[in-house]
């Protein structure tokens, strides 16, 4: 595995998190969500196109103009006319996207390659001069043929962009795909790399993970992945893998905010928290089955690769349902300030098992049981 440090993540919540189906942010939601990762220490925001309505482009402006840590993006068409929208309200890099396979071609704009470059110099040479970072995506760059996909990135790196962005706008591409084809583009170019992945086959964050590897520099997550479709990577998915390969990749980040930043973004599209959101989950740090909460009450890394406390989450062990094993009786019962014996815990477990056969029982009910075995 090639590891390298060097990366930076680009919320996008702002914008693809826009597309998603329940999404409709006012402006103080929008202030709300970019000063929130701002200082969770996110590197990147990307906001709505300013030509997408008039209350985009102001609020682009504000959060432009707020001195926040992060760099302000907008996404948009490649058009003098929206890249002129973008430097007029004050965004410090603009993300340019031109469709470029075949399928998007003929269903969108019909031009040849040529055409898209002649459009693309125009455009990044104006948002050059006027001091404002590129970058240049090919929409729907896994279905784009290899060699033209090149040839385009060649040209705008020559253009001067500062970055290539490789999308997988329609979620088909695999983590060896997505490793290959950032590879190609890594061994042919010296400007930044971002990957944009779509989770329609559920490959979002290891697509991402895998670009990463592969030499990607920017990684495009919204929060809980929202967007069009079912959305992107998460960005809770993103720190999690991090994580995961080494907690110092992930220690610039203000953690313990991640999670009340996924709730305050799934109260506003009006979602629950997936019940298998990394990290977020009520789930996430949830044991069940006797096996697994006896080892992990002994040594949390058996059952937990991702601490807990780094995320401001507690673990939590069930003990009402008939997987229970003693050891998690036991430690219930301390919590209580019981002392069971070994033989007084497996009673209870003997007991819990059975009811648990056939009724609901709730951690109440089994706190009750746990009492008439003390000592
Ligand atoms: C879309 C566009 C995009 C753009 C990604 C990018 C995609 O909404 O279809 O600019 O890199 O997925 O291709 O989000
Ligand atoms: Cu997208």
Redesign the pocket.
């Known amino acids: 595995m090639s590891l390298h440090n060097r990366f930076a993540l680009i919320d ?1 919540t702002l ?2 998190g826009e ?1 998603f189906a329940t999404a409709h942010f006012s402006s103080a939601q929008r202030i709300a969500i970019a000063e929130a990762l701002d200082a969770f220490g996110i590197e990147y925001l990307e906001l709505t196109s300013p030509a997408a309505s008039p209350q985009s482009a102001r609020d682009l402006e504000t959060i432009a103009r707020r001195g926040l840590r992060a760099r302000v993006l907008t ?1 948009t068409r490649c058009h003098l006319d929206d890249a002129r929208l973008a430097v007029e309200h004050g965004a410090q890099g603009v ?3 031109f469709a470029t396979s075949d399928q998007l071609r003929h269903a969108s704009h019909g031009l040849d390659l040529d055409t898209i470059l002649e459009r693309a110099e125009i455009v990044i040479a104006y948002l050059r001069r006027h001091g404002v970072a590129v ?1 240049f ?1 090919c ?3 896994f279905r784009t043929d290899p060699s033209q996909m090149l040839r385009i990135y060649r040209a705008v790196e020559g253009m001067g962009v500062q970055r290539v ?6 979620g088909i591409a695999s983590p060896r795909e997505v490793q290959a084809r950032v590879a190609l583009v890594r061994a042919a170019l010296h400007c930044e790399i ?1 990957f ?3 989770n329609d086959t559920g490959c979002a964050v290891a697509n991402a993970f895998c670009a990463w590897e592969a030499g990607a520099t920017h990684i ?1 997550v919204t929060v809980l992945g929202i ?2 479709r079912n959305g ?1 990577s998460s960005l809770g998915g993103m720190i999690a893998r991090l994580s995961a390969v080494d907690p110092a990749l992930t220690a610039h980040y203000d953690l313990a905010a991640l999670p009340a930043i996924d709730h305050m973004v799934a109260a506003m599209v009006d979602i629950a928290i997936p019940f298998d959101a990394p990290i977020s989950s009520p789930f996430a740090f949830h044991h069940k089955a006797g096996m697994h909460t006896k080892a992990v009450l002994a040594d949390p890394r058996s059952y937990e690769v991702l601490d807990p406390a780094r995320f401001g989450r507690m673990r939590s062990v069930a003990v009402a349902h008939r997987l229970v094993g003693w050891h998690a009786l036991a430690e219930r019962a301390r919590e209580l300030g019981i002392v069971l014996s070994e033989p007084a815990a497996r009673n209870a477990a003997a007991q819990i098992k059975a009811l648990a056969d056939h009724h609901d029982l709730n951690s109440t009910a089994v706190d009750e049981i746990l009492y008439t075995y003390a000592e």
Do not use: C, K, P, Y
């Open positions: 996008s914008r693809e597309q996404h993300n340019l996207l970058r995506s929409e729907d760059t962005g490789l999308a997988d706008t329609v971002e944009h992945g779509h495009d967007g069009e992107i």
